[in-house]
């Protein structure tokens, strides 16, 4: 049977044989705060969603899955639709982040210091606005506490230099492929944070955990694109808004309870994400 090796804030991991199996549950986070309160089916969006995009982009970047199946020896039903089955991997320790839009702390860094990442930016850029030209902008994560941001230099501290450049010019294409992509479909990719790992015995690097789903990446409908402020989305930035109205939560565990309205309206847009992007 599988072992449980962690879980994380949206997935647990477990181990089988020379496997590790990803398992997304309904679990949502925000502010780096797991809320209390689950959204139904999202485990089975996410993971349909990954598929998808996996699945398309192998003959662009290598990756880790192995399969989606539960094997016929595994009694565990409440997997199906959950499960990712992956080689096994050593995660690169930095958090691979791709932005073509001014948007969530990308924004906030500009406001103050007119960068992004490090990058210097035009004056005068309003918030959601197109960037010149998509920007590689890592970021570390924490064991507590919030993700940090990193620059070009901070990030080659944990890395080397041959490295950096090879996952910042993965991030930038694979971005540009799917950003395109959705675009065909009424989507703008704003943004999106990649993973990626060394095969364990091979050493070769391999994009890892999920990619371009509503919990990696702002979906904005292009057809309502406005500059100047928040876009409408299809990710969970509508919950992000919907938190940022509580005076009594200073976004800090434990999370609030989720009322029903906006639990609905959180799975009616990873849905349409799902709908729209894998049609």
């Known amino acids: 049977m599988p072992t449980l090796l962690r879980r994380g804030k949206v997935r647990d991991i477990y181990a089988w044989r020379d496997e590790i199996w990803l398992v997304a549950s309904d679990r949502i986070s925000a502010y780096d705060v797991i809320m209390p309160t689950p959204i139904p089916d999202k485990g089975k969006i996410l993971t349909a969603l990954s598929r998808h995009w996996f699945e398309l982009t192998a003959s662009l970047c290598p990756n880790h899955v192995l399969g989606y199946d539960l094997p016929a020896d595994v009694d565990r039903p409440e997997f199906a639709g959950r499960l990712t089955r992956a080689r096994r991997v050593e995660i690169v320790p930095i958090e691979c982040v ?24 035009p004056p005068g850029l309003r918030e959601s606005d197109k960037l010149p030209k998509p920007l590689f902008t890592p970021a570390r994560k924490n064991d507590e506490g919030h993700d940090e941001n990193l620059t070009d230099v901070q990030a080659r501290t944990f890395i080397s230099e041959a490295l950096y450049e090879e996952l910042r010019d993965l991030t930038l294409m694979l971005y540009g492929w799917a950003a ?34 509503p919990d990696s990446s702002r979906f904005w409908p292009a057809d309502t694109y406005q500059p100047g402020g928040p876009q ?10 919907y938190l940022k109205t ?34």
């Open 246 to 279: 509580l005076t009594t939560w200073n976004k800090t565990a434990p999370g609030p309870e989720l009322p029903p309205d906006v639990v609905a309206n959180t799975i009616a847009k990873y849905q349409e994400a799902l709908d729209r992007l894998s049609d």
């Open 232 to 241: 409408p989305s299809f990710d969970k930035q509508y919950l992000r808004d």
């Open 98 to 121: 791709a932005r073509g839009y001014l948007a969530g702390s990308g924004w906030e860094e500009y406001r103050v210091h007119g960068t992004v990442g490090g990058h210097p930016l």
């Open 180 to 213: 395109d992509y959705a675009a065909k479909r009424g989507i703008i990719l704003a943004d999106t944070k990649l993973e990626f790992g060394r095969e364990v015995g091979t050493g070769r690097i391999l994009l890892a955990d999920e990619i371009f789903t």
